[in-house]
């Protein structure tokens, strides 16, 4: 009977449509219910989903940052290339003027790296490195060799007390000599009157006296004069013009021998060509006349 009753209603609903209604109602009382037991489903997937995106953009952002962290390295290596490059050409271009001949050299000890005041470079007696040699940087004179090794020399700075340069001041040439306070940003000047035409800021130059340093090199620029100092000379303090905080490269100067033209080569003097001298040119002498010697008559020779 059941069985009969189900066909029933089953033929009814599919040709007549009678229960669609109470099957809409079924469907409005269980969507509720059926929302609720989806929900943990639909929730853990959206926070999977979520927790994904986040892994995804957390890995993103590790992978820019490393990116960008690279970059920085690469912008900085870029940036010291750069500068050392700058600092070649500021050196090679402050000699390249000058007569003389030069050899870059890199720095292995600065003067404040040890509590011994030198500076230590990689160029020694097998490059002709020599002791009292100059030693320049781009922007002024750094010092002088003072030992030498085979590989290695150590340079005196300007700024040490016992060093000692012949300068001249560049606005009235007046001549000085300027030696090391034992302050790497300060040195003194030794020998200007009280009077002497000079004010702060004058720029000092290598004078050329001595042979040590070429002429017209920067050494230091005035900062303080006191002439109040017992005594005919000033107390005249200044600035070197090289930095030697961080000194990394050094060109070190050979003096170039002046050029004499051995005489052999040279061209005559206006003195020395026949057309100045005063005296009238005299035609040769004659050739003596020379009579041809008369040779004996030969006599024929009969063969017996």
Known sequence: MLLLAAVGVYLA??????LEGLRGG????????QRAASFPRQFWQDTRDALRSREALDSENQQLEANNKLLQAQMQTFWSVEQENKRLRQALNAVAALEVDVMLA???????DTNNPTILINRGA???????????????VLGQVQHVG????????????????PVRVARSGLRGIVQGAGILDEVSVHHLPKQADVVVGDVLLTSGLGGGFPEGFPVASITRISPEQSGAFADIRARPMAELHDVRDVVLVWMREPHVTPPELSEPSAASTPE?????????????????????????????
Do not use: F, W
Request: charged letters at 15%; hydrophobic letters at 35%; zero cysteines.
């Open 26 to 33: 079924l469907m409005s009382l269980l969507e509720p219910m």
């Open 126 to 140: 097998r490059d002709g490195v020599y002791v009292g040699q100059a030693a320049l940087l781009g922007t002024g």
């Open 106 to 112: 890199q720095v292995l000890r600065n003067a404040t």
């Open 13 to 18: 609903d599919s040709r007549l449509h009678l």
């Open 276 to 304: 100045s001298r005063s005296l009238p040119l005299l035609p040769p002498p004659p050739a003596p006349s020379v009579k041809p010697e008369k040779t004996p008559a030969q006599t024929p020779t009969h063969a017996q």
């Open 150 to 165: 085979a590989n290695t020399a150590e340079i005196l700075p300007l700024t040490n007390e016992r060093h000692a340069i």
